[in-house]
């Protein structure tokens, strides 16, 4: 049976390039980067160039006005003299979310704002330290899924140290307004450092970390063709966290031998993403997904990303649904795969959608490799499924 994969916000295939580039690496790299002989040298100069390859998909441009609104005038100057940033490889942004909430909330004083409807790398690390007795906010939502901005503006104080948001929500696709989110909170604290998860967003849609404002950033490479366990976090200059663990000093606050395969396949998979053909691309298949459902179908939240749409299915439970289609050789999914058997949504529930409701969805999500006909095809048995389960 032929399989059509449309739950490419969890994961994607592997390009094939990057699959070369990391037989390369594992043929002709293997030399450990942190010794001091030739070989070892000339991979750590690849990996410098892989991260230099990553760095510049975080400097890409943003609106022309972006820099001059951001209440601290530093980070425009810093963007503009190239500053000192630094790109840190981590095993992934749940590994990178965790190494900026747990570095930076190091004291019972020190108060967190994680957004209601984040990734549980997000989620579960802030509910973790509430527990222990931090100060700990969640901001609520707005109906459409993009974060209440009056809302955080009343929570920031001044002993917030760290804010954290996800560019673009795993569960709805919402993608957040980055800008408006660095205003509000520097409106009322200029020094809380601001942490972006951008891991559903990256290569997606043009980022440029230090213009906007933002002191970190996490992102993941299996998010975009390529391999798993292998991602990175972006930190400005001056920017500081307490490490997580001990011993050696590759990376600073993320000690470790280097994996060379996996950071040259990052890279790789970060030069093959071809931002604007790729958006042209899924924004096709998005409208002819969202206009051809079937009536008694709605779309949930903000709308305004054509890679993830969460669908709301008529008194249907989602796992009916993804099970039938399952059967055809189709697979969606029913939100973040890292909470998939969670009793409950949270992004949902913050929208207000009831919590019978949050169980009767299905995610769509595209990737460069899906075509017209997968659409078509997927339309068809979703008609198909409705009508038999209702």
Request: overall charge positive; proline content about 4%; some cysteine.
């Amino acid at each position: 049976m032929t399989s059509i994969y449309l739950d490419n916000a969890a994961t994607t295939r592997m390009h094939a390039g990057v699959s070369a580039e990391m037989e390369r690496a594992n043929r002709e790299l293997f030399y450990n980067s942190a010794a001091l002989y030739g070989p070892s040298l000339a991979v750590k100069n690849e990996i410098e160039r892989a991260a230099d390859t990553i760095k510049r998909r975080l400097s890409c441009a943003v609106e022309p006005d972006c820099a001059k609104k951001v209440c601290n005038a530093t980070f425009a100057a810093q963007r503009a003299t190239g500053g000192t940033d630094q790109l840190v490889f981590t095993s992934g942004a749940t590994e990178s979310n965790n190494l900026v909430i747990m570095g930076k909330i190091t004291r019972q004083n020190h108060h967190l704002i994680v957004s209601a409807g984040e990734h549980s790398s997000v989620h579960a690390p802030a509910k973790f330290l509430f527990d222990k007795g931090h100060a700990v906010d969640f901001c609520p939502l707005s109906g459409d899924g993009t974060i209440d901005l009056k809302a955080l503006e009343r929570l920031v104080r001044p002993e917030t140290a760290l804010v954290v948001f996800g560019m673009v929500n795993s569960d709805t696709g919402c993608i957040q307004d980055t800008g408006a989110i660095v205003r509000t909170v520097r409106k009322a604290n200029r020094t809380a450092h601001i942490h972006c998860d951008a891991t559903q967003g990256f290569c997606k849609f043009d980022l440029d970390a230090a213009a906007l404002g933002l002191d970190s950033v996490a992102i993941s490479a299996h998010k975009l063709g390529g391999p798993k366990g292998i991602g990175a976090l972006w930190m400005r200059q001056k920017a500081r966290l307490s490490p997580l663990m001990h011993g050696g000093g590759q990376q600073d606050i993320r000690p470790g031998t280097m994996d060379t395969p996996s950071i040259l396949g990052f890279a790789r998979a970060v030069e093959l993403f071809d931002t604007a053909e790729h958006l042209e691309h899924v924004s096709h298949l998005h409208k002819c997904l969202v206009g051809n459902l079937p009536p008694s179908c709605k779309i949930n939240g903000k709308n305004d990303n054509p890679y993830i749409t969460n669908i709301q299915l008529p008194g249907i439970l989602g796992q009916t649904i993804m099970n039938a289609l399952s059967s055809e050789g189709i697979c969606v999914g029913l939100g973040s795969a890292c909470a998939s058997t969670a009793t409950k949504n949270r992004t949902l529930l913050a929208m207000g959608i009831p919590e019978p409701k949050t169980k009767q969805v299905i995610r769509i999500s595209f990737c460069p490799e899906n075509t017209g006909n997968d659409v078509k095809t997927f339309i068809e048995k979703l008609h198909i499924a409705i009508d038999k389960f209702r």
